[in-house]
């Protein structure tokens, strides 16, 4: 059987280029199919609307595919892609935000017949767990975001903390420090769960 | 909901389906489709290349810029040429190299003949060496524009203005006086200035 490396050298130039490229092309796939529920994640744990964290998700990827070349080695493709995700959901979050005060501003001077009736749809969806993922959202983004990047990421596919450290590119014990206060000041903030279940 | 009843913290578990529930997220089942599309719209350039150019030939290129530039900017200078910015003009200068001969001055025009015969040059010189003496108006006056090339066209021809003769005849016949120099010793330092190096001027 003969070697990969052999049989690239056998080729012309050309066909070589090529075949590097097929290969650098094969390697994307498969960052892309097993880090796109990563991204598309990070992303919705900042923006809270599917659409948005898709959206920044896919121009994170696109990013990446631009950089490729730096980016092989599959822990530093990882964590590039959960920097970058984090840093455009949070440019799109501003961004957002700008936009809401500017159409709320603007709703003002629509007549009453032409506002829309958000939550009308949603309605349909089971309320009780709507208003616990809001509260703890609510708890989330009373976090740091030093706090908030590490809970975010160890509530994300079961990483644990070594998995964590490797993606943000810190040392173990910060993360599991920094891990232990944020899930304590969210146990304290989500307390009335536990008083609303036991009262039930 | 009872506002009384006792509050305990969240459990470990608790917290943890919690987080599941509200980060289990799944990317739409177009998502990785639209990703493809998105990077196939992407300007053409190959990952090989985009490899080459950012592991090999980048440095190079930046050393053979810099190689060109020493090549042709050092030599420049070390000619002693001066680099003049864009949009300065430069006027012209003439530099009049004059070799200094150790020869009295002469009394009259007659006696530089001997000397002209000694260093080989001509009584006459029928058709000098033209060389457009250009002096620049800023730094010169007229009238010093004109006297001097009065000067050196005379030099050129042999002869020497009237008033350059008497002036150095006057010069010969004053005696030249030359006053006793006097040099004042050195101020000693004292012995304590000298042992800390203190000075005060």
Do not use: C
Not at chain 1, 95 to 113: C, F, G, I, K, M
């Amino acid at each position: 059987m003969h070697d990969r490396a052999e049989v690239a050298a056998q080729l012309h130039p050309w066909d070589r280029a090529l075949t590097v490229d097929q290969e650098l092309a094969r390697e994307f796939e498969a960052r892309l199919v097993e880090s796109s529920t990563l991204a598309v994640r990070v992303a919705y744990s900042v923006l809270r609307n599917r659409e948005d964290a898709e959206d920044v998700a896919q121009e994170a990827f696109a990013k990446a595919y631009r950089s490729f070349t730096q980016l092989r080695d599959r822990d530093r493709f990882r964590a590039w892609l959960v920097r970058m995700t984090w840093r455009m959901a949070l440019d799109r979050q501003r961004s957002n935000r700008r936009r809401t005060v500017r159409e709320d501003h603007a709703d003002t001077w629509l007549p009453a017949s032409g506002r829309s009736r958000p939550g009308e749809a949603d309605l349909q969806v089971g309320l009780e767990a709507r208003e616990r993922a809001e509260h703890l959202w609510r708890a989330i983004d009373g976090l740091s975001e030093k706090l908030r990047v590490v809970i975010v990421l160890s509530g994300i596919e079961e990483h644990d903390i070594r998995e964590v450290a490797t993606l943000l590119e810190l040392p173990e014990g910060t993360v599991k420090s920094r891990l232990f206060a944020a899930r304590q000041q969210l146990k304290d903030a989500l307390s009335w769960m536990t008083q609303d279940r036991s009262t039930r | 909901m009872d506002d009384t009843g006792p509050q305990h913290p969240l459990s470990d578990a608790q917290l943890d389906r919690e987080l599941e529930s509200a980060l289990g997220i799944e990317p739409s089942p177009e998502f990785l489709a639209r990703v493809r599309t998105r990077i196939a719209a992407e300007p053409e350039q190959s990952l090989w290349r985009q490899a080459v150019w950012g592991r090999g030939v980048q440095p190079l290129v930046v050393a053979a810029i810099v190689g060109v530039v020493l090549a042709v900017v050092v030599p420049r200078f070390m000619r002693g040429g001066v680099v003049v910015a864009p949009g300065v003009h430069r006027t012209p200068v003439t530099q009049v190299a004059v070799e200094a001969t150790p020869v009295s001055p002469p009394s009259s025009a007659n006696d530089l003949r001997p000397i002209r015969r000694r260093l080989g040059v001509p009584d006459r010189v029928e058709s000098p060496r033209t060389v457009p003496l250009q002096l620049s108006p800023v730094l010169f006056a007229e009238e010093d524009r004109v006297a001097f090339g009065m000067f050196v066209t005379a030099v050129a021809n042999g002869r020497i203005p009237e008033t350059v003769v008497q002036a150095l005849g006057e010069a010969d016949r004053a005696p030249l006086v030359i006053a006793p120099l006097e040099i004042d010793p050195l101020p000693l330092l004292t012995a304590r200035a000298q042992t800390e190096g203190e000075t005060k001027w």
